[in-house]
Each structure stands twice: as structure tokens, then as C-alpha cells.
């Protein structure tokens, strides 16, 4: 079981940075592949980025290449997602989700699986 909490969403304006963190409780936590998805009012979710066990592989949506980027410190348990660039139609609600495979999804390079993820966090950017 792995227990997941975002933090860093906010009010900004277009153009603006925000940092999101995710802290998780695993004891294994670098055994999993870690991603961000999002969701807007009304629609689906959308995987935005993804990072592997150890970091070295990331990806990225098309809508947040070049403004987005994941990172991962295994010494302490914590997933962020620096989004710069900021646009309007960011806005949604943020998860952290932690795909538990046996293998490493992001190296393999197929879809992320969220296995747990958090309560989310709100980002709204406005014009």
C-alpha cells in the first residue's frame, strides 16, 4: 500500500510557475514508476508526465513539453513536477499516482499505470 499526498497547487497567472510535490509513504519507493495526471472539470484524465525508478527516464504529454518537467528524490520519498510557462488551459486537479509493476513502466516505455494515487491538488491559471 502506498499512501500519496500533493501539495503546491494555487491561483497564479498565465505565465506564472508552480512546484508540485507528492510525498509517499513506501517503503520501496524507488521500485516505482511515478507519474502526474490531471483532470479538468468535465473531462478525462490526461497523464502528463512520467519518471522512472530511478529518474533517468522521464515523459511528457505534447501539451507540456518544454514547460513541464518531473523529477524524483528517492532519499526522501518525494515526486515534484515544476510547470513553468503556465497556461490557462493547465487548469485541473493534479494527482501524483504510483504505478507498483514488476517491471519499470516508464524504461519500457508503455502507459503508467496508476496503481495509487493521491487526493490531488488544484491548479487554476488564470488569464
Known amino acids: 500500500q502506498v499512501h500519496l499526498v500533493e501539495s503546491g497547487g494555487g491561483l497564479v497567472q498565465a505565465g506564472s510557475s508552480l512546484r508540485l510535490s507528492c510525498a509517499a509513504s513506501a517503503r520501496t519507493f524507488s521500485s516505482y514508476a511515478m507519474g502526474w495526471f490531471r483532470q479538468a472539470p468535465g473531462k478525462g484524465r490526461e497523464d502528463v508526465a512520467a519518471?522512472?525508478?530511478?529518474?533517468?527516464?522521464?515523459r511528457y504529454a505534447d501539451s507540456v513539453k518544454g514547460r513541464f518537467t518531473i523529477s524524483r528524490d528517492n532519499a526522501k520519498n518525494t515526486v515534484y513536477l515544476q510547470m513553468n510557462s503556465l497556461k490557462p488551459e493547465d487548469t485541473a486537479v493534479y494527482y501524483c499516482a504510483a504505478d507498483g509493476g514488476e517491471y519499470d513502466t516508464v524504461v519500457r516505455g508503455g502507459p503508467l499505470r496508476h496503481d495509487y494515487w493521491g487526493q490531488g491538488t488544484q491548479v487554476t491559471v488564470s488569464s
Open positions: 519518471i522512472s525508478w530511478s529518474g533517468g527516464v522521464t
